[in-house]
Each structure stands twice: as structure tokens, then as C-alpha cells.
């Protein structure tokens, strides 16, 4: 099969490539780096891309990996619907203008994130969850496409024991890097970069029993933030979890930076487990 792949150097492309490619896949890839992509793009330039995909000619299947997921502090919502709701158009567009989109299968990188704003009790806005609301929009706009197959797949925070920002985030206090250990623990849903390379492998080779397929990917047992704790060296601040709850209902009641800090305490002490995914939700928000 030949595989057009984007972000194929980033954290999880730089697993997926290879990975693919030990199975026999031709893969080509589009994206920023001279000397590692087949043809280099900026993805937010629309010409640019276009121009890439002609480059690499035809492919049976299209896995877009290339988004702005880890660091992502601090960028506002129109930064991020550049990076990750902008990029995925001009992908479209591009297969579009070159007479592809109803000929290949696309797997695309989501991330369960957009259950922030999916979930009906959390009240976020789009400023809130910006990088919720970017990966959100973006796949609304494939739904609308006429791909010959499309597969979502919502991946939990992905880490392997060299990269563990995602996990740091329900270890330390957000914002400082005091370990606390709440009591009672909450569980997390993960997701190990193998379980994640193993994901898109699965949805490229696997026929799809419909058109259009959304799923989570995670690993099979969440794990309690007590055995995270031991991920990271040092001593831990035990802290029960209804005593952040009271500070951040508290924090809510002080203006836009006090419901900011309310929010990131609320995301902290809770526990992560995700709905299954569906796509009259996903296309009513």
C-alpha cells in the first residue's frame, strides 16, 4: 500500500513511519524537514501543500499525524485553529484539487480532548479548550469529505517512559512542580506510544465496516495518579481531592484568570475516562 503520511517526524510520526514501513508499505511523507520528508511544505500554506501533495504523486491511503499537541501553552485559539484545524483543510483542498479525496482511505490523529467540549457539564468555551476546539473542528470539516473511507481515532495522551509531559500533568499542581498525591486517587486513561503506532497501524490495514469511523485509543487498564507518582523522582504532597475541589470553586469566583486556575485544578483532581464516541455529538457542537 502507499501511504502519504504528515507530522512524520513528530513524536508520534517518527514511530508510526517506520513502523509502517516494516510491514511493507510504501510511505511517503509531506511536511517541514529538508532531507526527512519526501517533499517539504509549511502545512498552513495552502499553495504550499498542494503543491507537495502533486509532488508525491498518488497514494491508497492518507494518515494525517502532523499537529501541534504538546506545548501548547499560552497559544490562543486562532493559533491553534492555524496549526491544527487550518492544516487539515489545506489537506483536504489539496486532495481535492488533485482528484484524490474519493479515492483514498484517511486516518486522521484526534485527540480526546474534545470531550471538554463535547461533554455538556464542563460549560468550556471554545477559548477555554482551545486545542479541544481546533482538533474538534477539524474533524468536522472531514466528516463533510467524500473520502472513499474516513477513521478518526481519539488518542489519549500518548508517552512512552522518555516523553512523559502528558502523564507530569496529573502528577505535579498545574503551574508549579509541587507532587502532590491526592487521596482518593483519580485513574487516567493513557495511551503508550505503542499502543498509539499500533493503533494506526490497525486502522490503515483493516477494511473498514463503515464509511466513516471514530474511535478512542487508549490503553487497555487506566492507571491510578498514585502509581504515576512513581514515574517521577522525589517525595509527594499528600492532598485530599475535595480540598483542591473547595479552592477551585473558590477560584471560579474571582474573574477570567480565577476561573482559568478553577478549570486546570478541576482537570487535575479528576479522574479521565472517556464515552464512546459518536458522531452526531461531534458534528451537533
Sequence with gaps: MRILVTGGSGYLGSAVVPALRARGHEVVTIGRHPGVDTAVCDLTDAEAVHKAVRAVGGCDTVVHLAARAHDFRGLSLDELILANTTTTRNLIAALRSEGRAGAVRFVHA???????????TNLMSSAEA???????????????????????????PIYDRAHLQGVAKRVFLPGTRLKLRLHPPPMHSLCSLTTGVAGIVTAVETSPETKRSIANVADAVPISQHELLEWFPGRSLPVPTSVLRTFARGA?????????????????????RYPEPDWPSTLAR
Design 130 to 156: 482551545a486545542y479541544a476546539a481546533s482538533k474538534l473542528r477539524a474533524e468536522q470539516l472531514l466528516h463533510a469529505e467524500p473520502f472513499q473511507s474516513l477513521c478518526v481515532l481519539r488518542f489519549a
Design 110 to 120: 484526534s485527540s480526546v480532548a474534545v470531550y471538554e467540549l463535547l461533554d455538556a
Design 252 to 272: 471560579s469566583l474571582c474573574g477570567g484568570m480565577g476561573r482559568k486556575a478553577s478549570l486546570l485544578i478541576d482537570k487535575f483532581v479528576g479522574s479521565n
